[in-house]
């Protein structure tokens, strides 16, 4: 039986290959290079979200918040400070969220160290109400100071303006930290609930990047994000380059594109191999053990025990770091961080689709949904424009009926993922690479 599911899998995984290199014969190499890169991206996502839900049960809903989360940081670690915004009002928007933090801590102390009674009751309003005035009032002056500054080029403190690699760790401690938090407070409920506040949670993350202009600009967007690879013109320029272009017949304005594409697919692969081993060795250690135990009956795993709760946290901040880091990885192959472009439908329901398609509880499994489902997902629309031209052919120009086949084309996407995902759950509910 493990042969056969070995030998299935390694099929699958030849067949998806054939895709992308099928798109890059067919259509460009370019092209097919670039949906390569975020198929790694959307397969370090799918290892994330299977590691909350194919180890634990976990059910979230607000992958969109933890991608986020990671595209933040790389704008935090990777660029140049604002030394007129830091000058204009930056200390005092570290010393506004210093002491919002602080009230924050001192009510909790406040809250576990005060006998229950009229003592604590009053207490708790004049902590959070009195810490919050001060707190807005200390901040709200930075943050107009800091926006003041050049509005349309900066406006924002900016970032270390270190290697912006750094910015992937950074991105799965962010997105770790943020699980953290919903998981103290949600994973005691039922699944539903850790649902809710992951969506909630998620939303209220997407509008701060949106609206807190200070921290990434907000809606106007942060480009020009500096890149771990060559710049195509840089490349251009240089002799060596040249020279290798010159070698293989092809022109150095196309394959300096091509290279920079395989740089980033080289850098994805490393951190793609090393997830996967590290997912594996715990899938397969006593750790795993414990955690697929707890998922298939946590009233049995309990009563060995087990805390539930704790390891529920454990792997949902696990989940959550890698989701992070593929965030930050994604920011850094787009040079551009677009709060916008945030959406459910592809950083959430897409996610899920991979896992649920690829196999749940499989690490191969995720991996090959997230490479499948992206190629589908950005194919899929131009091959239904292909095949709907078609049928409409021979059809009048003014036809009602070509005319509706034609617009029908927008929802192929959405279309395609439902009829994929119906059959898979029909004739392969456990996935294309099942859980052994």
């Not at 935090?76 to 570290?94: D, I």
């Not at 953290?180 to 701060?208: F, N, P, Q």
Request: glycine residues 12%; hydrophobic residues 55%.
């Amino acid at each position: 039986m493990t042969r056969t599911l070995d030998a299935r899998a390694i099929l699958l995984f030849a067949l998806v290959a054939v895709l992308f290199i099928g798109t890059g014969f067919v259509q460009s190499w370019n092209t097919s290079l670039t949906i390569f890169n975020m198929g790694l991206v959307s397969a370090i996502m799918a290892l994330g979200v299977n590691m909350q839900w194919g180890y634990a049960g976990l059910f979230n809903v607000g992958v969109m918040g933890f991608v986020a989360l990671g595209g933040l940081a790389a704008v935090l670690v990777s660029m140049p400070p604002v030394g007129e915004a830091w000058a204009a009002g930056g200390v005092q928007v570290l010393l506004g969220l210093v002491l919002g933090a602080a009230t924050i801590l001192f009510a909790i102390l406040a809250w576990s160290r005060l006998p229950a009674g009229r003592m604590r009751t009053l207490a708790m309003p004049v902590i959070l109400i009195g810490g919050f005035f001060i707190f807005r009032y200390v901040f709200d002056a930075g943050v107009a100071s800091v926006e003041a500054v050049n509005p349309a080029a900066t406006g924002y403190l900016g970032g270390l303006g270190l290697p912006v690699i750094l910015a992937w760790p950074v991105g799965g401690l962010l997105a770790a930290g943020g699980a953290w938090i919903i998981g103290k407070t949600a994973l005691g409920l039922r699944s539903d609930y850790l649902a809710i506040a992951t969506l909630g949670i998620a939303e209220i993350i997407i509008a701060v990047l949106k609206n807190e202009d200070w921290l990434a600009r907000g809606v106007k967007n942060v480009t020009g994000i500096p890149r771990p690879v060559p710049y195509e013109v840089d490349l251009q320029q240089a002799d060596w380059f040249i020279d290798l272009a010159a070698r293989i017949g092809a022109s150095p304005v196309t394959f300096s594109s091509i290279f920079v594409k395989l740089c980033y697919a080289s850098l994805f692969i490393v951190v793609l191999l090393i997830l996967i081993w590290l997912s594996e060795k715990a899938w397969n250690s006593p750790w795993g053990r414990m955690m697929r135990a707890i998922r298939d009956n946590e009233v049995s795993a309990s009563a060995m025990g087990k805390d539930v709760k704790a390891r529920h946290l454990q792997v949902f901040v696990l989940g959550s770091a890698i989701i992070g880091m593929a965030g930050a990885m994604m920011t850094t192959l787009d040079s551009q961080l677009v709060p916008g472009t945030y959406q459910p439908l592809r950083f959430t329901f897409l996610v899920w689709v991979m896992v649920i398609v690829g196999g749940s509880g499989n690490n191969w499994g995720a991996v090959l949904g997230g490479f499948l489902i992206w190629w589908l997902w950005i194919q899929v629309e131009p091959l239904g424009a292909l095949v709907m031209q078609g049928i409409t052919a021979g059809m009048d120009p003014e036809s009602w009926l070509r005319n509706h086949l034609l617009d029908a084309v927008a929802h192929m996407r959405l279309l395609t993922m439902g009829v994929i995902l119906l059959l898979v759950l029909r004739f392969s509910p456990r996935g294309l690479i099942p859980e052994r």
